[in-house]
C-alpha cells in the first residue's frame, strides 16, 4: 500500500508528460492521428506479445512436466519464433506504410495558401503565400486555417534544422539547397508547440514556435492584419522608442514594413507584438521580455546570433519595448 | 678508510651537509645586506655577463615563434616614430640626441636605438617593445592587444638609423601645435600631444594609419576617450594620453574635434573601380546571406550621434580597428561588442573593399543612399 502510495504522485508526474502542448498523443492534426493510431496498435501488440512471452515464461518455471515437453517441442519454436515474427511484423509493416503512405501532398497547391518555412540559426523564418500569389513575411509562429489542409515548405538558410509539430505530424528535416514540402491539416483551433529537432548548435535548445489553428474566418482576418504595415506607435513613449529602434542600428537587421526598417537579417517585427512568444519561443511576449532580450540577448539566448544592445539605459529599453509590443 | 668501504648513506649525509652549507652561506650573504644594489656601481663583471647572457638567449629563444609581417610602408613608419616620440623618447631619447641625466643614472643605461637593427632581426625588437625586459627599466607595451602599433613601432626601429635623419618630420614634431584655439584649450599641452598625430587647422593626419577626427561627432569623440581613459578601449598610444586628460579637457578635445572643419585628402590614391562597387554594396547593403548588415544603418550620421561617421576615414585605420575586432580586441565595451558581431562575419577581402570604398568618400555624412534603386 505505502508502495503504490509512493509511486502515485511519480506516475502521475510520468503521465503529465503525455499531455499538454507539444504531445504526439493528443494529436490535433490529421497527420499526427495517424501517427497516434498506428502508435497505439504498435504498442498494444507489443504488450500482447509480451504478455504471451511471460506466460510461457510462467508455464515453463512452474508447470508440470507434460507442459515443459510440449513448450520445448519444434512447434511451438517454429511457429512462435519462426512463423508468427514473420507474419506480425509484415502485417504491422504494410499497415504502417498504409497509414503513413498518405503524407505525401495530396492537394494541388497551386493557388491555396502555402506556407515556407525557412531554418535560420537559431528561429524560424515564415511566409505565407496567399490564394493571390501574396508574399506575407512574419517569423517564429505559424498560423493555420482548421479544417484546411496547408501545405508547409521546409528549408534552410545555414545548418540542417528539423520542423517538429508533435500534436501536427510527424518531424520533416530542414536541408540547405533542398525544399522539403509536408501537409498539414489541423482538426481543431488551439495553440500548439513545435521545436527544431534537429541539432543545430548552441542555442538548438531555445528554438522553438508555437502554431496558433483557428477558425477559417478568423483565419483570414488575422491574415489580411498581417499582410498590412505596422502601426504608427501611439503615444509619446512609444513614438521615442521608434525613433531610438530606428538610430541604434535595429533596422540593419529587421524589418518593420511601413517604415524605414528594411533588414533583412533577423526576423521581420511588423507584427512582433501579436505573437505568442519572443526569440523563437524562448520568453514571453510582454515589454519586459523585450527590454531583457533588447539588453542580455547573449545570456537568454547564449550564441545567438543578435548582439546584447548594453547601450541603452532603462528609460530607453522601455520606450523601445513598448514601440515593439504596440508592433501588433 | 679503503673507498671501497664507502657506504652509499655516508655519501648522502656529506652531500646533505654540503648543500646545507652552501644554503646558510646563501641566506647569509642574502640577509646581511651585504651585496651592493646602487645602481651608481655597476655589477660585478660576471653578474652582468649573466644577465647579458640570459637576456640575450631569453629574447632570441622567445622572439621564435613571432612572425614579421611587412615593414616597409612609409605611413606604419610614421606611426611608429609617432609612438616612440610619445613612449619611448622620454628614456631613449630622440635618435641622435643625447640621453638626459637622469635617464643616463639608470643602470643599465637605455641603448641608443639608432643600432637596434645591426643588433637584433624585426621580430627580437618586436618581442622586446611587447613584452619589455625584466630588470632593465624596459616596461611592456601598455596594451598586449595592440600588435599593429607595436609592429609600427619596430618598423621605425628597423629602418634606424637611415630614418634618424627625418626623425622630426616622421614623428610629427615639424607640423606645430594648433592655432587660435590652443589657449582656450586650457593647458595646451594636451592639444599638442594631439595634433602632433592627428589633425589641425593646417595639417591632415600624420600618415594614414592614425584616424581623422576633425568632424567626428562630439558624443563619439568622448566616448572614445573615456573608454581609453577607462581601459576599456586598447591602444598603447591612447590609453595613456587619455587617462592624463581631465574630464574636462576631454569634454573641450572632443568640442574642438568634432567642429575642425575636415581638411582635404592628403594624396588621392587612384581606386580600383571594381573594388569600390564591392566596398559601396556592402557599405549600403551588408551581406545578408553572411548576417554582415549595412555600414549605413548605423555610420552614415543620422542615426546615434555614439556611433562614428566613417565615411572619408583612411581605409589602413578601418581595416586595422576591423582586424583588431576580429580578434576580440574590442570587445570591452558595449559598442563594441555590437560591432564585434558585424567584424566577425567579413573576410578579410571584403574589408579591404570596405574600407577602400568608404576611404574614396567625401569626409563627414554618407549621401543618401546612391543605391536606394537597387534596395527596391
Known amino acids: 500500500m505505502s508502495l503504490v502510495r509512493s509511486m502515485a504522485p511519480l506516475a502521475l508526474l510520468a503521465m503529465h508528460g503525455c499531455a499538454g502542448i507539444q504531445s504526439a498523443l493528443e494529436p490535433t492534426g490529421a497527420e499526427a492521428e495517424r501517427i497516434n493510431v498506428l502508435s497505439w496498435v504498435l504498442m498494444l501488440f507489443c504488450a500482447a506479445v509480451l504478455a504471451g512471452v511471460c506466460a510461457i515464461a510462467a508455464a515453463a518455471l512452474f508447470g508440470g512436466n507434460a507442459m515443459r515437453a510440449r513448450l520445448s517441442g519444434e512447434r511451438l519454436v517454429i511457429g512462435g519464433g519462426i512463423i508468427f515474427p514473420f507474419l506480425s511484423l509484415s502485417v504491422l509493416l504494410s499497415y504502417g506504410f498504409y497509414l503513413m503512405g498518405s503524407n505525401a501532398p495530396v492537394i494541388d497547391t497551386d493557388g491555396r495558401l502555402r506556407v515556407e518555412v525557412v531554418g535560420e540559426r537559431w528561429w524560424w523564418r515564415v511566409t505565407y503565400i496567399d490564394e493571390d500569389g501574396r508574399r506575407i513575411e512574419s517569423a517564429n509562429e505559424i498560423r493555420l486555417p482548421v479544417g484546411r489542409p496547408v501545405e508547409i515548405q521546409l528549408t534552410s538558410a545555414d545548418v540542417i534544422h528539423s520542423f517538429w509539430v508533435p500534436k501536427l505530424a510527424g518531424k520533416l528535416d530542414m536541408i540547405p539547397g533542398r525544399a522539403n514540402s509536408m501537409t498539414l491539416h489541423v482538426t481543431e483551433a488551439g495553440i500548439s508547440r513545435g521545436q527544431c529537432a534537429e541539432y543545430c548548435g548552441g542555442p538548438h535548445a531555445l528554438m522553438a514556435f508555437f502554431v496558433v489553428a483557428?477558425?477559417?474566418?478568423?483565419?483570414?482576418?488575422?491574415?489580411?492584419?498581417?499582410?498590412?504595415?505596422?502601426?504608427?506607435?501611439?503615444?509619446?513613449e512609444a513614438v521615442t522608442g521608434q525613433a531610438l529602434f530606428q538610430s541604434s542600428g535595429c533596422v540593419a537587421c529587421h524589418r518593420v514594413r511601413g517604415t524605414v526598417a528594411q533588414g533583412t537579417i533577423g526576423p521581420d517585427l511588423t507584427h512582433v507584438g501579436s505573437r505568442y512568444s519572443l526569440?523563437?519561443?524562448?520568453?514571453?511576449?510582454?515589454?519586459?521580455?523585450?527590454?531583457?532580450?533588447?539588453?542580455?540577448?547573449?545570456?537568454?539566448?547564449?550564441?545567438?546570433?543578435?548582439?546584447?544592445?548594453?547601450?541603452?539605459?532603462?528609460g530607453e529599453l522601455d520606450q523601445l519595448a513598448l514601440y515593439l509590443d504596440q508592433l501588433r | 678508510m679503503d673507498l671501497k668501504d664507502l657506504h652509499w648513506t655516508t655519501i648522502?649525509?656529506?652531500?646533505?651537509?654540503?648543500?646545507?652549507?652552501?644554503?646558510?652561506?646563501?641566506?647569509?650573504?642574502?640577509?646581511s645586506g651585504v651585496y651592493n644594489v646602487a645602481a651608481s656601481q655597476d655589477h660585478l663583471r660576471i653578474t652582468t655577463w649573466l644577465f647579458e647572457v640570459i637576456r640575450e638567449r631569453s629574447v632570441t629563444v622567445h622572439s621564435y615563434p613571432v612572425e614579421a609581417p611587412p615593414l616597409d610602408d612609409e605611413?606604419?613608419?610614421?606611426?611608429?616614430?609617432?609612438?616612440?616620440?610619445?613612449?619611448?623618447?622620454?628614456?631613449?631619447?630622440?635618435?641622435?640626441?643625447?640621453?638626459?641625466?637622469?635617464?643616463?643614472?639608470?643602470?643599465?643605461?637605455p641603448p641608443d636605438?639608432?643600432?637596434i637593427g645591426e643588433r637584433h632581426p624585426p621580430e627580437e625588437i618586436f618581442w622586446i617593445v611587447k613584452h619589455g625586459l625584466?630588470?632593465?627599466?624596459?616596461?611592456?607595451?601598455?596594451?598586449?592587444?595592440?600588435?599593429?602599433?607595436?609592429?609600427?613601432?619596430?618598423?621605425?626601429?628597423?629602418?634606424?638609423?637611415?630614418?634618424?635623419?627625418?626623425?622630426?618630420?616622421?614623428?610629427?614634431?615639424?607640423?606645430?601645435?594648433?592655432?587660435?584655439?590652443?589657449?582656450?584649450?586650457?593647458?595646451?599641452?594636451?592639444?599638442?600631444?594631439?595634433?602632433?598625430?592627428?589633425?589641425?587647422?593646417?595639417?591632415?593626419?600624420?600618415?594614414?594609419?592614425?584616424?581623422r577626427l576633425a568632424g567626428q561627432t562630439?558624443?563619439?569623440?568622448?566616448?572614445?576617450?573615456?573608454?581609453?581613459?577607462?581601459?576599456?578601449?586598447?591602444?598603447?598610444?591612447?590609453?595613456?594620453?587619455?587617462?592624463?586628460l581631465s574630464e574636462g579637457e576631454r569634454q573641450k578635445l572632443a568640442s574642438y574635434y568634432s567642429s575642425l572643419r575636415p581638411a582635404a585628402k592628403d594624396k588621392a590614391v587612384a581606386p580600383d573601380p571594381e573594388q569600390i562597387r564591392r566596398g559601396q554594396s556592402i557599405a549600403f547593403r551588408g551581406i545578408p546571406q553572411q548576417q554582415v548588415p549595412a555600414c549605413m544603418n548605423c555610420h552614415a550620421g543620422r542615426q546615434s550621434p555614439h556611433f562614428p561617421?566613417?565615411?572619408?576615414?583612411?581605409?589602413?585605420?578601418?581595416?586595422?580597428?576591423?582586424?583588431?575586432?576580429?580578434?576580440?580586441?574590442?570587445?570591452?565595451?558595449?559598442?563594441?561588442?555590437?560591432?564585434?558581431?558585424?567584424?566577425?562575419?567579413?573576410?578579410?577581402?571584403?574589408?579591404?573593399?570596405?574600407?577602400?570604398?568608404?576611404a574614396s568618400q567625401a569626409r563627414g555624412l554618407a549621401s543618401a543612399s546612391p543605391m536606394a534603386e537597387a534596395h527596391q
Request: aromatic share 8%; hydrophobic share 40%; charged share 20%.
Open chain 2, 134 to 211: 625584466k630588470y632593465t627599466g624596459m616596461p611592456a607595451w601598455p596594451s598586449s592587444q595592440r600588435e599593429d602599433e607595436v609592429w609600427a613601432v619596430t618598423a621605425f626601429l628597423a629602418r634606424l638609423p637611415d630614418a634618424a635623419g627625418d626623425y622630426r618630420a616622421l614623428s610629427g614634431l615639424t607640423r606645430g601645435a594648433l592655432g587660435g584655439t590652443s589657449g582656450e584649450l586650457a593647458s595646451g599641452r594636451a592639444l599638442t600631444q594631439c595634433t602632433r598625430c592627428h589633425e589641425n587647422e593646417r595639417n591632415g593626419t600624420n600618415g594614414d594609419r592614425i584616424p
Open chain 2, 218 to 244: 562630439e558624443a563619439y569623440l568622448l566616448r572614445s576617450l573615456r573608454e581609453y581613459a577607462d581601459g576599456i578601449r586598447p591602444s598603447g598610444a591612447m590609453e595613456p594620453v587619455a587617462d592624463f
Open chain 1, 214 to 236: 483557428m477558425p477559417e474566418v478568423e483565419f483570414a482576418a488575422w491574415l489580411e492584419r498581417e499582410a498590412a504595415d505596422a502601426q504608427p506607435p501611439s503615444g509619446a
Open chain 2, 113 to 115: 636605438l639608432r643600432s
Open chain 2, 75 to 109: 605611413d606604419m613608419i610614421r606611426l611608429g616614430a609617432s609612438h616612440y616620440e610619445g613612449g619611448c623618447v622620454p628614456c631613449h631619447s630622440r635618435p641622435g640626441e643625447e640621453t638626459n641625466a637622469v635617464v643616463r643614472g639608470m643602470l643599465p643605461a
Open chain 2, 12 to 31: 648522502a649525509k656529506v652531500l646533505a651537509l654540503a648543500a646545507a652549507g652552501v644554503i646558510a652561506l646563501g641566506a647569509v650573504v642574502v640577509w
Open chain 1, 279 to 314: 526569440a523563437a519561443g524562448t520568453l514571453e511576449n510582454d515589454p519586459a521580455a523585450f527590454a531583457r532580450w533588447i539588453r542580455d540577448s547573449q545570456h537568454v539566448k547564449p550564441e545567438n546570433l543578435m548582439p546584447s544592445f548594453e547601450i541603452f539605459t532603462e
Open chain 2, 309 to 358: 561617421l566613417i565615411a572619408g576615414q583612411h581605409a589602413a585605420y578601418i581595416e586595422t580597428q576591423l582586424h583588431l575586432w576580429r580578434q576580440g580586441g574590442r570587445r570591452g565595451s558595449a559598442y563594441g561588442r555590437i560591432m564585434a558581431a558585424v567584424a566577425e562575419a567579413l573576410e578579410p577581402a571584403q574589408i579591404e573593399d570596405v574600407a577602400a570604398y568608404l
